[in-house]
């Protein structure tokens, strides 16, 4: 059966995550330099995992078959981030 798995990033993951970062350069205008454009993307990521677990930052990968799996099928990133609360109404 065939299937994906979300989990949470491990270091162990980093390589395969790396190497399918070019895939985020798909669709870019062709007159932007391909070079800084790869470059770019390739720091995004590596910043993402970079960031791994500390100061609310995450990472989560998909796994195509399951986890164990040899094949990521993608990753995303997050953060969480405070709600500001609303300033005091005054009362007239």
């Not at 949470?8 to 062709?30: F, H, K, N």
């Not at 932007?32 to 454009?37: E, G, K, L």
């Not at 100061?55 to 099928?73: C, F, K, N, T, Y």
């Amino acid at each position: 059966m065939s299937g994906v798995v979300i989990r949470p990033y491990r270091d162990e993951d980093r390589d395969a995550i790396v190497a399918l970062a070019p895939r985020l350069t798909e669709g870019v205008a062709a007159w932007r330099d391909a070079d800084a454009v790869a470059a770019a993307v390739r720091d995004w990521v590596t910043g993402s995992l970079d960031r791994h677990g500390s100061d609310g930052h995450g990472a989560l990968v998909a796994d195509r078959d399951g986890p164990g799996s040899a094949e990521q099928a993608g990753t995303g990133s997050m953060i969480r981030r405070r709600q500001r609360s609303p300033a005091p109404s005054r009362a007239a």
